[in-house]
């Protein structure tokens, strides 16, 4: 059974930092390009950061230079380090692994930024 277990999400002011972490269990994990997305109320789930089994790393415009993502393959794990955070970030943020042969997803965890 496939899991992907977000954590780190929380309160954190404008400006602030967080570091969000997904534990995945039931895959071969370094043949998976992982990702982070995230929904907003009343918006479509878009892509934050992605990287793939090689290392290669991905952002849209909105979050250059303030998030990063990394993996460590030999903890299972992927991370998203996010920097001068701004209320517009404010969302659910899910992990996401995905291959040719499957696309999993985690539950989300929640990220408040306060202005």
């Known amino acids: 059974q496939v899991q992907l277990v977000e954590s780190g999400g929380g309160l954190v002011q404008s400006g602030g930092s967080l570091r969000l972490s997904c534990a995945a269990s039931?895959?071969?994990?370094?043949?998976?390009?992982m990702g982070w997305y995230r929904q907003a109320p009343g918006k479509q789930r878009e892509l934050v950061a992605s990287?793939?089994?090689?290392?290669?790393?991905n952002y849209p415009d909105f979050v250059k230079g303030r998030f990063t993502i990394s993996r460590d393959n030999a903890k299972n794990t992927v991370y998203l380090q996010m920097n001068s955070l701004k209320p517009e970030d404010t969302a659910v943020y899910y992990c996401?692994?995905?291959?040719?042969?499957?696309?999993?997803w985690g539950q989300g965890t929640q990220v408040t930024v306060s202005s």
């Open positions: 996401n692994a995905q291959a040719k042969w499957g696309n999993y």
């Open positions: 039931g895959i071969i994990f370094s043949m998976y390009a």
């Open positions: 990287i793939q089994s090689g290392g290669s790393t």
